[in-house]
């Protein structure tokens, strides 16, 4: 089955600990993106990549850092820099550019307590 | 930077009643998606609009694109109790920033 994995479907941590969330696709995609999602708040970008070892910010990626050394994975950091990070998390991939369809993950929801 | 505005943000309609989403771009776009999230899932894509005045349905679905390319819409006909969910759409400017979504209508459905 091809598609996009996120691990794990719900993550608890303490306040001021580094979270790492994980994204894999086999969709043979160029590129990736994260999302956060809020209450009526919509889909906001926090980083994307478009080619392996580069990668660009989004409208949000303060306290957030990524790699992309794999074309199939796109692994997420929360940093304990990241002021409210409570949220629901989503991977998309897609071919080659922004401009085309986005498949997204299953989501991570993340509560810091 | 680009802003992407949608209304209403909630609708709640008789299933059978007919429903629309309107988005508003700050900007030019160079392309608007749509997608549709059901409740506890993921966002999925429905479709990609990009000529200036574009009309397509998928069946019970229309989507326009505005003539200035800053705005769009997505009108179901005869709502059904499967359309339940939030739709987003979702702009890109043809630059290196991304898609920019808008914060999406919900749409719930009385039986």
């Known amino acids: 089955d091809g598609g996009i994995t996120q691990s794990p479907k719900y993550l608890f941590r303490k306040e001021g600990q580094n979270v790492t969330l994980s994204c894999e696709q086999n969709?043979?995609?160029?590129?990736m993106y994260w999302y956060r999602q809020d209450p009526g708040q919509g889909l906001r970008l926090i980083y994307y990549?478009?080619?392996?070892?580069?990668?660009q910010k989004g409208d949000i990626a303060e306290g957030y850092s990524v790699s992309r050394e794999k074309k199939e994975s796109f692994p997420l950091t929360v940093t304990s820099a990241q002021k409210n990070p409570t949220a629901f998390y989503l991977c998309?991939?897609?071919?080659?550019?922004?401009?085309?369809?986005?498949?997204f993950g299953p989501g991570t929801r993340l509560t810091v307590l | 930077g680009q802003q992407v505005m949608q209304i209403p943000q909630y609708q709640h309609v008789q299933e059978g009643e007919d429903f629309t989403t309107y988005c508003n771009s700050s900007?030019?776009?160079?392309?608007i998606q749509w997608y549709k999230q059901r409740p506890g899932g993921h966002p999925v894509f429905l479709i990609q609009?990009?000529?200036?005045?574009e009309v397509k349905k998928q069946k019970r679905l229309t989507f326009q694109f505005g003539e200035a390319k800053k705005n769009s819409s997505l009108h179901i006909t005869a709502t059904q109790t499967t359309d339940v969910g939030t739709y987003f759409c979702?702009?890109?400017?043809?630059?290196?920033?991304?898609?920019?979504f808008g914060k999406g209508t919900h749409l719930i459905i009385q039986p």
């Open positions: 998309a991939s897609s071919i080659a550019s922004v401009y085309n369809e986005q498949f």
């Open positions: 969709l043979n995609h160029d590129a």
């Open positions: 990549s478009q080619i392996v070892n580069d990668f």
């Open positions: 900007t030019t776009l160079s392309n």
């Open positions: 609009l990009v000529k200036s005045g």
């Open positions: 979702a702009g890109g400017s043809g630059g290196a920033d991304g898609l920019t």
